[in-house]
């Protein structure tokens, strides 16, 4: 059953792909879902209705039926709209560190401490934001920090953007 259920999800994936592989407008897009994906989205819906009753409730089976059928309407929604993605693994992506930092901060020590892993955790995030690379980077403004204090220098040209901008131009 759970090999079943992952084939009607895979076709709303394959309709995702094949639009962005043909780099469909956003009303393109919408279009393409309403023909495809929609209809597969109900064939879905009947086949979830037609094997709940089939399954115990407090199986994992049973409990995977129950919450995505629960979440159906709010899964159709991206149908209607071209500029909506299918699910919101973007987002999750980019937040994980954070979550995942939380759980560390617990164990920084001292609140000083859990403050400057905020830092190097903020620099490196917008290293990755930049295009640039943090180890690259980290090592670079290391070197070279103690020349910009030495000589009462600028600190924000250390900053990823700004580095980045300074580094093309010496090259």
């Not at 629960?70 to 992506?93: A, K, Q, W």
Request: charge should be positive; hydrophobic fraction near 35%; include cysteine.
């Amino acid at each position: 059953m759970a090999t079943e259920a992952i084939c009607y999800i895979r076709k709303l994936y394959k309709v995702e792909e094949e639009a962005d592989k043909a780099g469909l407008t956003p009303d393109e897009r919408c279009e393409k879902r309403r023909k495809e994906s929609y209809p597969v989205i109900l064939t879905f819906e009947k086949w979830m209705m037609e094997h709940y009753p089939e399954v115990l409730p407090q199986s994992r089976i049973g409990k995977a039926i129950a919450y995505t059928y629960t979440l159906l309407p709010r899964l159709s929604r991206y149908v209607n709209d071209g500029r909506i993605n299918i699910d919101n693994n973007l987002i999750e992506n980019s937040i994980r560190p954070l979550a995942l930092g939380r759980k560390n901060y617990l164990f920084c020590g001292n609140d000083a401490s859990a403050y400057r892993a905020a830092i190097v955790y903020s620099l490196i995030g917008t290293c990755k934001e930049a295009g640039v690379e943090p180890r690259e980077w980290l090592e670079d403004v290391l070197k070279k920090i103690p020349y910009y204090l030495r000589d009462n220098r600028n600190m924000t040209e250390l900053l990823p953007r700004t580095w980045t901008k300074l580094a093309s131009t010496r090259n």
